[in-house]
């Protein structure tokens, strides 16, 4: 049986490729993520906390109402929905036949975590003048860009493009620069305007609420947690 051998040289080429990878996967995002927090007023730990929260709960969710529409009942889908996603392909989602009973919920990650920091920033904001002002103002601007561009996800929600509200953080980022709260008021816009745009505004307005089939809806949820994710991180880069 033939046996290949590495030449010389060629282990210590592999360990350095292998460290370029991890710096380039872990530490380059890392670094970027906290010094995005840092011009927020946190310290690089403590933002790193709170986006390893997010990513550790996004998956957790609470329902907060059930309503009596009901909907078609969704099964798992058979096949691997990861190796769908690796080929840029989403899982369909196949129906029972059965109806449920749509209900609404939470994400713990997606909208109770990031919006527990923007009620900590809110609170520093009273101190400037007309800081409200302008944090309503870029707070809509996110919402409406938001959910403009917000897609129903059948049999699964709502579903939001990824680069879609980091881009409008960016936006309204830079309209509040040169004012001392820009970007606590960004980081709030980025968490409140999604959160509304491609949250609570679809299922306030009936129109858009009756093209959703999914028997769980979850605010802050699967299709609109990446968006807001790297929202977060904007917010404090761009401001």
Same mark, same amino acid.
């Given at each position: 049986?033939?046996?290949? +051998?590495? #030449?010389?040289?060629?282990?210590?080429?592999?360990?350095?490729? %292998?460290?370029?990878?991890?710096?380039?996967?872990?530490?380059?995002?890392?670094?970027?993520?906290?010094?995005?927090? $840092?011009?927020?007023?946190?310290?690089?730990?403590?933002?790193?906390?709170?986006?390893?929260?997010?990513?550790? &709960?996004?998956?957790?969710? %609470?329902?907060?109402?059930?309503?009596?529409?009901?909907?078609?009942?969704?099964?798992?889908?058979?096949?691997?929905?990861?190796?769908?996603?690796?080929?840029?392909?989403? #899982?369909?989602? $196949?129906? +029972?036949?059965?109806?449920?009973? *749509?209900?609404?919920?939470?994400?713990?990650?997606? @909208?109770?975590?990031?919006?527990?920091?923007?009620?900590? %920033?809110?609170?520093?904001?009273?101190?400037?003048?007309?800081? &409200?002002? &302008?944090? @309503?103002?870029?707070?809509?601007?996110?919402?409406?860009?938001? !959910?403009? @561009?917000?897609?129903? &996800?059948?049999?699964?929600?709502?579903?939001? #493009?990824? !680069?879609?509200?980091?881009?409008?953080?960016?936006?309204?980022?830079?309209? /509040?620069?040169? *004012?001392?709260?820009?970007? *606590?008021?960004?980081?709030?816009?980025?968490? =409140?305007? +999604? /959160?509304?745009?491609?949250?609570?505004?679809?299922?306030?307005?009936?129109? !858009?609420?009756?093209?959703?089939? =999914?028997?769980?809806?979850?605010?802050?949820?699967?299709?609109?947690?990446?968006?807001?994710? %790297?929202?977060?991180?904007?917010?404090?880069? !761009?401001?």
């Amino acid at each position: 049986m033939r046996q290949y +051998t590495l #030449p010389p040289g060629a282990g210590l080429g592999i360990l350095f490729l %292998f460290g370029l990878l991890v710096f380039g996967l872990i530490f380059v995002p890392a670094h970027v993520a906290g010094e995005s927090f $840092e011009r927020l007023g946190l310290t690089m730990l403590q933002g790193l906390v709170v986006l390893v929260c997010m990513l550790l &709960w996004r998956g957790k969710s %609470f329902i907060i109402h059930v309503s009596s529409r009901l909907v078609p009942q969704v099964a798992a889908q058979a096949m691997n929905a990861m190796l769908f996603r690796m080929q840029g392909m989403e #899982p369909e989602s $196949e129906h +029972t036949g059965e109806l449920v009973h *749509q209900r609404i919920a939470v994400s713990v990650g997606g @909208a109770v975590v990031p919006l527990c920091l923007c009620a900590y %920033f809110a609170f520093r904001l009273s101190t400037h003048t007309n800081a &409200w002002a &302008w944090t @309503a103002g870029v707070v809509a601007l996110v919402a409406v860009v938001c !959910f403009a @561009a917000l897609k129903p &996800w059948p049999g699964q929600g709502l579903r939001l #493009p990824v !680069f879609l509200s980091p881009a409008a953080t960016a936006v309204a980022a830079m309209v /509040l620069r040169g *004012q001392p709260f820009a970007p *606590q008021a960004a980081y709030i816009a980025a968490v =409140a305007g +999604t /959160l509304i745009g491609a949250g609570l505004a679809p299922l306030v307005i009936s129109r !858009f609420r009756n093209r959703l089939d =999914a028997p769980l809806l979850v605010i802050g949820g699967p299709g609109v947690f990446g968006g807001l994710f %790297f929202a977060t991180i904007a917010a404090g880069l !761009f401001a």
